[in-house]
């Protein structure tokens, strides 16, 4: 009866954080487009069906991937065993990129837009590598104490550099590629990794330590795939465009599909638990503790992502893109900002790896940090940050230039804001583009693109997710600094402690 009792709870909380979505859909109906959503029982019953997909994923994040997680790290972390836990970061960083469902989108779309130049797979290969290596450099920050800021910094001066040379075919998508590595798979069990290392060891701090290894998972991929797309826009040969078309969909959710979809999530799940049950049993050699609590979690966390993308399809996104159609089609910019404000604001609300985070962060600090104030400023940050590289896209302009000035005013905040807030900073920019935000945003760029003047998918298309992933940094950095100034108005925010 506990566990039915917190389904339920967790349940009616998701059904609120949905309600904006629901509220801007209505709205643009009724006022701007003046008529009735098209099959309002289906958006009903899709809005139903996320709601228990999220409750049912947030539910098995506590019974499984946070606890087992955690005593992993906690167990390499106790025995010194380095040569343990290095190679561990690395795959289940890879393990849990590989097959993450919004990466595959967004690499299917990218393979297409580019006429089969830009491989799919080896895209996600790429990324999938970056993310594994990036882990093991944020391990070792982690055991060595390096300061967070401090690998920030460097590492985006190189994307920055990077990004000159890089062909502009490629350089929307390679923003974009960080963005989408961190989902509602990836950032819970690479924060229980962080926040249980930073637990473990004496004279770390769990806000100031514990949090990061996001923030480096959406860094790194950034150089990974600038890389590869100097390398084949430089040797490589495009490929027939028809090649990569994207294959015409069948009668929507059949039961092959409704098996297929199923098992596309045991198969996005599988490589993590394949990781955890190597490392638990050949490497430490010892069982896990209450197996069939963990089995049981597992289990709900398949079928809660299962119902999570299964409601999003069956109500939400096929109502955002017609949506996103009918806004290009009226041909006024001021509409497509306002929908662009408003539905950035409205789905980063409703994410579940930003509730899994914010509830993470306030656990670690709660006199400092309120779980439900950050959602607001992160929503609100992707929200302007969704309208500016629309806007972008509208007016025209290169996306680098955009996007760089972006994050160099990110990290010189950084620089100047409470230490404390840094990592969870960066880390809550990673959390924005997830199964709810990616395809929905992926879509609109590449459609105001399409629909532009002047304008190409592939190089103008991408990009909003890099402008959802940057502006919540900066939002939620402006945010602490002011909360430390207001409380502690005679200190320097720059001589802040730990």
């Known amino acids: 009866m506990e566990h039915v009792a917190h389904f339920l709870r967790e349940f009616l909380r998701a059904l609120k954080s949905l309600l904006p979505i629901v509220a801007v859909v209505v709205v643009f109906q009724l006022a701007v487009f003046r008529e009735l959503p098209h099959q309002p029982l289906r958006l009903v019953a ?74 799919g797979l080896a895209l996600r290969l790429v990324i999938a590598v970056s993310v594994g290596l990036v882990l093991v450099l944020g391990i070792l920050r982690i055991l060595r104490g390096w300061p967070v800021h401090r690998l920030l910094v460097a590492g985006y001066a190189v994307v920055l550099v990077a990004t000159y040379s890089a062909p502009p075919e490629i350089i929307g998508l390679a923003y974009d590629s960080g963005g989408v590595t961190t989902n509602i798979v990836t950032v819970p069990l690479v924060a229980a990794i962080g926040i249980g290392l930073a637990n473990s060891i004496r004279g770390r701090n769990v806000l100031r330590d514990g949090f990061g290894l996001v923030a480096l998972c959406v860094m790194v991929p950034m150089i990974g795939v600038q890389l590869y797309g100097i390398w084949v826009y430089r040797f490589g040969e495009a490929a027939d465009a028809t090649s990569s078309a994207p294959a015409e969909e069948g009668p ?14 045991v198969r996005d799940v599988l490589p993590i ?82 509730v899994a985070i914010g509830q993470q962060a306030e656990e670690a600090a709660p006199a400092q940090l309120s779980a439900t104030a950050l959602r607001v400023v992160v929503a609100f940050g992707v929200a302007v940050g ?51 935000t990616v395809p929905l945003v992926t879509a609109l760029g590449i459609g ?41 108005p005679d200190q320097d925010p720059k001589k802040e402690s730990s």
């Open 46 to 119: 899709g809005l139903l069906i996320v709601g228990a997909g999220i409750a049912l994923f947030l539910q098995g994040l506590d019974l499984s991937v946070f606890p087992v997680g955690k005593n992993l790290a906690n167990q390499f972390a106790r025995r010194g065993a380095l040569g343990l836990l290095l190679p561990f970061g690395f795959a289940i960083g890879f393990a849990a990129v590989v097959a993450e469902p919004a990466l595959i989108a967004v690499a299917e779309q990218a393979e297409t837009a580019s006429g089969g130049r830009v491989d």
């Open 252 to 265: 929507a959710h059949s039961g092959l599909e409704l098996l297929l979809g199923l098992g596309e999530m």
């Open 273 to 354: 638990v394949a990781v955890v049950l190597f490392f638990q049993y050949a490497a430490l050699r010892r069982p896990l503790p209450r197996l069939a609590r963990v089995v049981v979690g597992f289990a709900m966390v398949v079928g809660g992502l299962y119902a999570f993308v299964l409601g999003l399809r069956t109500g939400l996104f096929p109502l955002g893109r017609m949506m996103a159609e009918q806004l290009i089609a009226r041909e006024v910019p001021a509409l497509i900002l306002l929908f662009t404000l408003l539905i950035g604001f409205a789905t980063t609300w409703a994410e579940p790896a930003l």
């Open 386 to 436: 969704i309208t500016a590289g629309a806007y972008r896209i509208l007016v025209g302009g290169p996306f680098h230039s955009f996007i760089m000035a972006a994050y160099a005013v990110a990290l010189v905040l950084a620089l100047l804001a409470p230490r404390y807030i840094v990592a969870l900073a960066f880390d809550l920019g990673g959390v924005t583009t997830s199964e709810v």
């Open 448 to 488: 105001l693109a399409s629909a532009t003047d002047g304008r190409d998918a592939l190089i103008d298309g991408f990009g909003l997710i890099a402008f959802a992933s940057v502006a919540p940094v900066i939002a939620v950095l402006v945010y602490a600094m002011i909360l430390h100034r207001l409380s502690r």
